[in-house]
Nanobody, 124 residues
């Protein structure tokens, strides 16, 4: 099973920023829609932001709109999640996931390739 690799997590103070990165070392993300999901302890995994394989369509869940931005750089085979004005409730393990083709749904069930996750902690 081809996997994705996330990086960029860490500890940040409330109001701070982080950039998460996602790449597919073993395959070309060009033809894949990519989503970012997160899961906090004791909670279900939830969608955060998704981007279509063309990069022209994006979707954000309400709690990150205006604060997070998803983008992709096909020349580098990378997808990014820029997170600004972070809040303690954003603390979670963040996962990127990919699905081949034109499917554009920001729900975890449609994604077929996943990373191991990167931890984001927002705290003083």
């Amino acid at each position: 099973q081809l996997q994705l690799v996330e990086s960029g997590g860490g500890l940040v103070q409330p109001g701070g920023s982080l950039r998460l990165s996602c790449t597919g070392p073993e395959f070309d993300l060009d033809n894949y829609g990519v989503g970012w999901f997160r899961q906090a302890p004791g909670q279900e995994r939830e969608g955060v932001a998704c981007i279509s394989y063309t990069g022209t369509n994006t979707h954000y869940t309400d709690f990150v709109k205006g604060r997070f931005t998803v983008s992709r750089d096909k020349s580098k085979n990378m997808v990014y999640l820029d997170m600004n004005n972070l809040k303690p409730e954003d603390s979670a393990t963040y996962y990127c996931a990919a699905v081949r083709g034109s499917i554009f749904l920001c729900v975890s069930q449609v994604y077929t390739h996943w990373g191991q996750g990167t931890q984001v902690t927002v705290s003083t």
